[in-house]
């Protein structure tokens, strides 16, 4: 019997490799395949040591269930949320435990339009769905898997928000605490009058 304790009110977190592992991965993307029922999907994962694994075994779970896989690779959570917004993808998911120590991971799902999935909204439904055994089996012809870059097109987002003529100049300590929001923090330094120390 797969260790389900890992399904939280909002995403999935558990200590590795007990609560979370790959196996448990490939099950979520079939369980989220046969939720939301996706023609295209964001993945995106954090910096843990273990999230390129897990994001690798929920892709293929994914695309067995003939869901398109668009990897944006590393970043924050705050990428996929966007991936799937500004890409108008039928949902993302985002392999990351957010706050917990190093042993931990997880995922947080949207669907269109980023809205998220919580246990009142699909969570739980994807966890009975891998507890009672009724996944979808293997499609004849799976999804496939390409590599989307949404860089460019989040940075111009970003900036957005601010009336950069407005701003002085200024040095700015930055430490992204090991978070793959420390990429975008490096790409938006160019564009500010601001020295990034």
């Given at each position: 019997?797969?260790?389900?304790?890992?399904?939280?009110?909002y995403?999935?977190?558990?200590?590795?490799?007990?609560?979370?592992?790959?196996?448990?991965a490939?099950?979520?993307?079939?369980?989220?395949?046969?939720?939301?029922?996706?023609?295209?999907?964001?993945?995106?994962?954090?910096?843990?040591?273990?999230?390129?694994?897990?994001?690798?075994?929920?892709?293929?779970?994914?695309?067995d269930?003939?869901?398109?896989?668009?990897?944006?690779?590393?970043?924050?959570?705050?990428?996929?949320?966007?991936?799937?917004?500004?890409?108008?993808?039928?949902?993302?998911?985002?392999?990351?435990?957010?706050?917990?120590?190093?042993?931990?991971?997880?995922?947080?799902?949207?669907?269109?339009?980023?809205?998220?999935?919580?246990?009142?909204?699909?969570?739980?439904?994807?966890?009975?769905?891998?507890?009672?055994?009724?996944?979808?089996?293997?499609?004849a012809?799976?999804?496939?898997?390409?590599?989307?870059?949404?860089?460019?097109?989040?940075?111009?987002?970003?900036?957005?928000?601010?009336?950069?003529?407005?701003?002085?100049?200024?040095?700015?300590?930055?430490?992204?605490?090991?978070?793959?929001?420390?990429?975008?923090?490096?790409?938006?330094?160019?564009?500010?009058?601001?020295?990034?120390?």
């Amino acid at each position: 019997m797969t260790n389900l304790n890992s399904f939280k009110a909002y995403d999935v977190r558990g200590r590795i490799p007990d609560e979370i592992n790959e196996t448990l991965a490939y099950d979520i993307g079939r369980a989220y395949a046969a939720f939301v029922k996706p023609k295209s999907v964001a993945v995106g994962y954090d910096i843990r040591l273990s999230s390129p694994q897990l994001a690798a075994a929920l892709k293929r779970g994914l695309m067995d269930c003939g869901a398109d896989v668009l990897d944006i690779g590393l970043c924050g959570t705050e990428g996929s949320y966007f991936a799937t917004f500004a890409e108008e993808l039928d949902g993302g998911i985002m392999v990351t435990a957010s706050h917990n120590p190093p042993d931990y991971n997880g995922m947080k799902f949207v669907r269109e339009q980023s809205r998220p999935i919580s246990g009142d909204t699909g969570l739980f439904d994807m966890r009975a769905l891998i507890q009672s055994g009724k996944l979808p089996s293997k499609v004849a012809r799976p999804g496939t898997e390409r590599r989307l870059d949404t860089s460019k097109k989040y940075l111009e987002h970003l900036l957005s928000y601010v009336d950069r003529a407005k701003l002085r100049k200024l040095k700015v300590v930055v430490n992204a605490g090991n978070g793959g929001a420390g990429l975008i923090v490096d790409q938006l330094e160019p564009h500010l009058p601001f020295e990034f120390i």
